[in-house]
């Protein structure tokens, strides 16, 4: 009998610590969330109090005015975490109460709808500045130990004594280093590290630290397993070796899958990813690696098969982050040349209206703030655009079985760090590692990250399961956005082909260019 409560009471418990998991829609009564680095002196501290849902019950609202008339009779400000798309028409408010005040503040998100179950669906960082002040939530974010935290922005070490040196320095004042520097100088000298007294810092110190243990590990020659030899023996040769190898912390935004990499010689360059590999982003050059290795290889079958894609790839690394869109919109009758001058006449012009028809068509797929001081009603075209062309070439399956299947090709080994954890300690016990890479999932093109009504930043991403991003555009749209857009064509606007001479005379890539 005592055992059966006793497993009642466990099932009990695992209920109640997954509900607490799945996110900031199913927090318990109570639950603290702080700013500041650190939670015992915070600099703020909120309370959970309660969830709203709009509609109340599952469904959403048959119009976006209706939401937005339901918005303007709350009787409360609230502080939205997101921008409404066209198709969001539904949403939750979160309400808080606050230390030190009798006034509560509240959240809101926007949802396409409200679903029986919410879970997952907003995390537990509310807008990306609050930290949630239990054990299983203080990683990264508030230990700071991704390489990001501990070294300058792209570093690069000749060898593992310079990045422990500079660990030590410890630039940044990180209240977590000291922590950590017994168990690094362990490793420094070719021993499984033993991080003692760490008491929370084990999630950290396993997903976070581990960006730097492994290649460290590496160079010294600690990893032995398949994925390491087999690596080394593709890339290397059967002399080859880690040993000398320069360590590598690239920007994150721009590497996608890989934390670090090996710099062997002048031209070896060895990527390394202890990413999980369900919901990790890829970057282009994770890909485009890819392509180079197959034919660095000479897989001229798998280059011919998806040849038409490493065309999309390639553009995509070597095209602006205005001109993709606007050429693949172009290539794919989405809008006509007109639309694409009005486009960069807007950019360029910064102006906040227009009356172009083929604009606003554009426009109305996403729903921006219009009083953001940096709104540009050209942006805002292109981001839609850019969400159509990625949503049409995601549709295209070749396009993503290319990107996985290159992905696969590149020169990346996957390394996970293994370890054991008792009392206060963490003690690494090996590594498994991977080679080539076996990265799963469907990989497509996902232009929401980086386009905005307000700019661009960066190349359009990659992402796993991206065929789920962006806006398909209607046959209907298309034929009136051409139909409206060739009633201008008459006379185009001597101002903007003015701006796409000069253009043409320093640009050497785009749809200017080609196109004209």
Not at 201 to 217: C, F, H, N, Q
Not at 259 to 277: F, M, N, P, R, T
Request: charged share 25%.
């Amino acid at each position: 009998m005592n055992t059966d409560i006793r497993n009642i009471l466990n099932l009990l418990e695992d209920i109640h610590l997954d509900e607490s998991a799945r996110g900031l829609l199913y927090r318990d009564v109570g639950d603290t969330f702080f700013k500041g680095a650190d939670r015992n002196k915070p600099d703020e501290e909120i309370q959970f109090k309660s969830v709203a849902y709009f509609p109340a019950m599952p469904g959403a609202y048959e119009t976006s005015e209706e939401m937005e008339e339901t918005i303007a009779d709350l009787s409360y400000p609230v502080t939205w975490v997101n921008t409404p798309t066209k198709a969001m028409k539904a949403f939750a408010i979160i309400t808080f109460d606050v230390t030190g005040s009798d006034a509560p503040i509240y959240f809101g998100r926007y949802f396409s709808d409200i679903k029986g179950d919410m879970a997952g669906k907003w995390n537990n960082k509310i807008d990306g500045s609050w930290t949630l002040n239990k054990t299983t939530s203080l990683k990264g974010s508030y230990y700071n130990l991704k390489p990001a935290d501990l070294y300058h922005a792209n570093a690069t070490f000749k060898k593992p004594s310079d990045l422990y040196s500079t660990l030590a320095q410890d630039a940044n004042n990180n209240p977590s280093v000291p922590r950590i520097l017994p168990g690094m100088k362990e490793l420094l000298d070719g021993s499984l590290p033993t991080f003692e007294n760490i008491g929370e810092m084990v999630t950290s110190i396993r997903d976070d630290l581990g960006e730097s243990i492994g290649p460290i590990a590496l160079v010294q020659g600690m990893i032995t397993s398949d994925g390491a030899e087999a690596a080394r023996k593709d890339i290397l040769g059967d002399k080859g070796t880690y040993a000398g190898a320069q360590i590598n912390f690239p920007p994150s935004k721009n590497n996608g899958l890989v934390d670090s990499y090996l710099y062997i010689g002048k031209d070896v360059e060895i990527g390394i990813s202890s990413k999980g590999e369900k919901g990790a982003s890829a970057s282009v050059k994770n890909i485009a690696d890819g392509i180079k290795a197959a034919r660095e290889k000479g897989l001229d079958d798998l280059l011919d098969q998806y040849a038409d894609q490493v065309v999309i790839i390639e553009d995509i690394g070597s095209i602006s982050s205005i001109e993709f869109p606007l050429k693949y919109g172009l290539e794919q009758d989405i809008i006509d040349e007109n639309t694409a001058y009005a486009i960069k006449d807007l950019i360029r012009s910064g102006a906040v209206e227009t009356d172009h028809p083929g604009v606003l068509t554009l426009q109305s797929d996403i729903n921006a703030k219009l009083n953001n001081p940096r709104y540009n009603a050209g942006y805002h075209a292109l981001s839609a655009l850019a969400k159509r062309v990625s949503a049409n070439i995601n549709s295209d399956p070749e396009f993503g079985e290319a990107c996985l299947k290159f992905l696969n090709t590149s020169p990346i080994i996957q390394l996970h760090l293994n370890g054991t954890s008792s009392d206060d300690n963490y003690t690494v016990t090996g590594f498994t590692s991977k080679y080539p890479p076996d990265f799963k999932g469907t990989v497509g093109l996902d232009a929401s990250k980086v386009y905005s009504a307000t700019g661009t930043n960066g190349r359009v991403s990659f992402s796993y399961d991206g065929v789920k991003e962006g806006v398909k555009a209607p046959a209907s749209d298309k034929r009136e956005l051409r139909t409206k857009a060739k009633e201008l064509t008459t006379g185009r606007n001597k101002d903007v082909d003015d701006i796409f001479k000069k253009q043409k005379t320093t640009t050497s890539t785009g749809v200017d260019r080609e196109k004209r």
